[in-house]
C-alpha cells in the first residue's frame, strides 16, 4: 500500500513537473534546448512512479510509531518551519535560542535547563561563525 | 618516479602546522562523528563544510577527508563496545566485536579494528597513488559521450545495489536529477522552474539537501525515540593488546579486505557498507571454522573494518581523476573543492597538485593520528556517548541551521533543509535509502550537458555512442553485471522445496 501511495505521489509529481518542463524551449540552433533533459527526467519520474503503483513482488512497509512521538515529531518540524519564518525579524541569537529550548522541551527537559543550554548554544555558535570564522548571520530587522 | 616527487611535494604540504591542524581536526571530529550513532560521515562532512570556508583549499579538503576517513575508525568502537554501529559501515563489526566484548576480549577487538583500517587505510592511499594518475590519463580522452555514459550507468549501477526494490531507488535518481534542473539552464540561459524567485535561479545546493535528509532527519529520529541511555564498558590501555592467536587470525582477513575494500571503493555505490558486508562473507567462507563467526571471530572484526576504510581511499579516485562522485560523501568532497574554486576532473592532479598531493600525503598522517587516538584514548571517544540524547539533537539542529545559512547567507537554503529533512524522516519511515537522490542531484548537471553536447555532436544520429569504445565497455559492463545478479537470484530460486534458507 504504500508503495503505491509513494508511486502515486510520484505520478503527480512528474505530471505536474512535465506541466512546466514543455513549457521550456525544446529546440536551439545549437543542439536540444532547455526543456529537453527536463522531459526525459519526467518521462523518468512518470515510468517509475507507474511501475511503483502496479508493482508486485517486494514491498515497503511503514514503520510503526506512536501517535504520541508523531505528534512530537510534527511538533520539532513545526518549530523548525517557524525559525525560517521569525529569523529574519528576531535575528539568529533570539531564534536560534527559541529552536534549541523548542528541541530541549521536545525531550522533556526542564524550562530552566533548556534556557540554559539554549541560551549556550546560541551564543557559542554565534561565537564561532560570526567572529571566529568572519561569517555574517542575520542580526534581524526587530533590531536594527 | 613522478609519484615520488609528488608524494614529496605532498608531504612539504601537509607537513606545514596550518594542514598538520587542519588534519587533526578532522580526523578528531571523524572520529567523534562516527563515535555518535546516526550523525553518521554524511551528516558530519554537511555540518562541518562551513567551517572550512576560512581555510585555503588544501586545508578544507585535508580537514573534511579527515572527517571522511577518521568516521570509519570510531563507528566500529561504538559497535565492539556496546552492539551499537555508529554508522551502517560498522554492522558487521558489531556482530562478532561485541560477542568478543561480551566475552571480555573487547580490547584486541578494538585493537584489531584500529590496526586493520590503518593497514587498510595506508594500501588505500598506495592504491590511489596508482590508480588515480592512470584513471586520470584515460579520462582525458573522454568526451561528452563517455561522460555521459559513465555517469547514467553509475546511476543505474547504484540503483541495482540499493537496499530497496529498483523501481523505488529510480524514483529517488528522478527526484535527484529533477531538482538538478531547478535553477538557470547551464547552456542557453533560461530559467527553469524557478518560479518568478530570483534566488531559486542559482539552483538547489547539495549541502543543505545533504544536511535536511541526513542531519534534520536524524535529529526527528532521536526526537521520536526519546531519551535513551547508554551503558558503557571500560577499556584498560593494557588489555588492548591481542593474543598471539589473534593476532596471526587477523592478518590475511586484514590484508583481503584492504584489496576487496579499495576496488568496491571504485565503483558507484555505498562502498563502505558493501565492502564490509562482502568482507565478513568472505572471511566467514574461507575460514575452517565458520562456526565460529558470530560467537566472538576475531576474523570477522578485522576484514570488515579493514574493508570500509580501504573503500574511503578507493572512492576518493572517480572523485580525484574524474570529477564524479558516486557516494555522498565524496560528493561532499566534490562541492567543497568546488565551492574553494578547485575544479576536479582529469587535470586536477596538474592544475592544482598542492590539494592532490596534499591530500595524499595527510592521509597518511591522519591514519597514523587516528591510530594514536582510536588506541590509547579510546575510553575519551567512548564517554562522549554520555552526552545526552537532547542536548545532543539540539546541537545538530542549531549546527545544521547556522552551517546551511552561511553557505550563501541564504534563507532560502534554510527552507530547502527543513523541507529535505521532513522529506527524509518520512524516507525513514518506508526504510528507504535516500542515497541515490544526493547522488543523482550531484551528476545531474552533468549528465543533462554531455547528454545534450553528445545530441549535438551525434546530430541525432545515435550510432555515436556505440563508435566510442569506452562507452560500449562501460555499458557492456553495467549489463554483464546485471545479468550476472539475475542468474545468481534465478539459480538460487532452483531449489523449490528446499526454499527454507
Not at chain 2, 560498522?90 to 593497514?119: C, E, N, W
Not at chain 2, 546530430?459 to 569506452?470: D, H, K, S
Request: proline letters at 7%; one cysteine or more.
Amino acid at each position: 500500500m504504500a508503495t503505491r501511495l509513494l508511486g502515486a505521489g510520484i505520478v503527480l509529481f512528474g505530471a505536474l513537473y512535465l506541466a512546466f518542463a514543455i513549457q521550456l524551449p525544446m529546440h536551439t540552433l545549437a543542439g536540444p534546448g532547455a526543456g529537453f533533459f527536463p522531459l526525459a527526467v519526467a518521462g523518468l519520474l512518470l515510468l517509475s512512479g507507474i511501475v511503483a503503483v502496479f508493482a508486485r513482488g517486494a514491498q515497503l512497509s511503514v514503520e510503526a510509531t506512536a501517535p504520541k512521538a508523531l505528534a512530537k515529531v510534527g511538533a520539532a518540524l513545526a518549530s523548525l518551519f517557524a525559525f525560517c519564518a521569525v529569523l529574519p525579524y528576531l535575528g539568529y541569537l533570539l531564534a536560534a535560542l527559541l529552536l534549541a529550548v523548542a528541541a530541549l522541551r521536545l525531550f522533556g527537559t526542564s524550562w530552566r535547563a533548556s534556557l540554559m543550554v539554549g541560551a549556550a548554544l546560541a551564543a557559542a555558535t554565534w561565537a564561532i561563525f560570526v567572529p571566529l570564522l568572519g561569517l555574517s548571520l542575520p542580526v534581524g530587522s526587530l533590531f536594527s | 618516479m613522478e609519484m615520488i616527487t609528488g608524494l614529496a611535494h605532498g608531504f612539504s604540504v601537509a607537513a606545514l602546522p596550518p594542514n598538520l591542524l587542519a588534519c587533526f581536526v578532522g580526523v578528531l571530529l571523524g572520529s567523534l562523528v562516527g563515535v555518535l550513532p546516526g550523525i553518521g560521515p554524511n551528516a558530519g562532512m554537511a555540518l562541518l563544510i562551513p567551517l572550512t570556508f576560512a581555510l585555503p583549499p588544501e586545508a578544507a579538503i585535508i580537514m573534511l577527508a579527515g572527517i571522511y576517513y577518521g568516521s570509519m575508525y570510531g563507528g566500529s568502537t561504538t559497535a565492539i563496545l556496546l552492539n551499537v554501529p555508529g554508522e551502517a559501515a560498522s554492522i558487521m563489526t558489531a556482530v562478532d566485536g561485541y560477542q568478543m566484548a561480551k566475552k571480555g576480549r573487547p580490547g584486541p577487538a578494538l585493537a584489531i579494528a584500529a590496526i586493520g583500517s590503518f593497514v587498510a587505510g595506508t594500501l588505500g592511499i598506495v592504491g590511489i597513488m596508482l590508480v588515480g594518475p592512470w584513471l586520470a590519463e584515460v579520462a582525458l580522452r573522454f568526451g561528452p559521450p563517455e561522460y555521459f555514459v559513465l555517469a547514467a550507468a553509475g546511476l543505474v549501477f547504484l540503483c541495482g545495489l540499493s537496499p530497496n526494490p529498483f523501481h523505488i531507488a529510480f524514483i529517488m535518481v528522478g527526484l535527484g536529477l529533477a531538482i538538478s534542473t531547478v535553477g538557470i539552464d547551464p547552456i542557453t540561459g533560461t530559467q527553469r522552474f524557478t518560479f518568478g524567485y530570483t534566488q531559486l535561479a542559482q539552483g538547489i545546493d547539495l549541502v543543505p539537501v545533504i544536511m535536511g535528509l541526513y542531519g534534520i532527519a536524524e535529529v526527528l529520529s532521536m526526537i521520536e525515540e526519546g531519551e535513551q541511555k547508554a551503558r558503557i564498558t571500560k577499556v584498560r590501555f593494557k588489555d588492548l593488546v591481542p593474543s598471539w592467536l589473534e593476532a596471526k587470525l587477523s592478518v590475511w582477513p586484514i590484508l583481503r579486505g584492504s584489496g576487496l575494500g579499495f576496488l568496491i571503493g571504485l565503483v558507484p555505490g555505498p562502498a563502505t557498507v558493501v565492502s564490509s558486508f562482502l568482507s565478513y562473507r568472505v572471511e566467514k567462507r574461507l575460514s575452517r571454522t565458520p562456526e565460529r563467526f558470530g560467537h566472538g571471530a576475531i576474523e570477522g572484526v578485522a576484514g570488515p573494518e579493514s574493508a570500509n576504510n580501504a573503500a574511503t581511499a578507493g572512492a576518493m579516485v572517480p572523485m580525484f581523476s574524474l570529477g564524479i562522485a558516486f557516494s555522498p560523501a565524496t560528493a561532499m568532497l566534490l562541492a567543497a573543492l568546488v565551492i574553494h574554486g578547485v575544479q576536479p576532473g582529469p587535470l586536477f592532479m596538474v592544475t592544482a597538485p598542492d590539494v592532490f598531493w596534499g591530500v595524499i600525503a595527510s592521509m597518511y598522517i591522519g591514519n597514523l593520528l587516528l591510530l594514536i587516538l582510536n588506541l590509547p584514548l579510546v575510553h575519551l571517544f567512548v564517554s562522549v556517548l554520555k552526552l545526552p540524547q537532547n542536548v545532543l539533537a539540539a546541537v545538530v539542529m542549531i549546527l545544521c541551521v547556522v552551517g546551511t545559512y552561511s553557505l550563501n547567507n541564504s534563507l532560502l537554503d534554510i527552507w530547502i533543509m527543513v523541507i529535505a529533512g521532513a522529506f527524509g524522516y518520512g524516507l525513514r519511515k518506508l526504510r528507504i535509502d535516500p542515497s541515490p537522490l544526493v547522488i543523482a542531484l550531484v551528476l545531474g548537471p552533468m549528465i543533462e550537458k554531455s547528454l545534450r553536447q553528445t545530441m549535438f555532436l551525434a546530430n541525432g544520429e545515435w550510432g555515436l555512442i556505440v563508435t566510442r569504445p569506452i562507452c560500449v565497455g562501460v555499458v557492456a559492463a553495467v549489463a554483464l553485471l546485471f545479468a550476472g545478479n539475475a542468474f545468481f537470484k534465478w539459480r538460487r530460486r532452483l531449489p523449490v522445496g528446499a526454499a527454507l534458507d
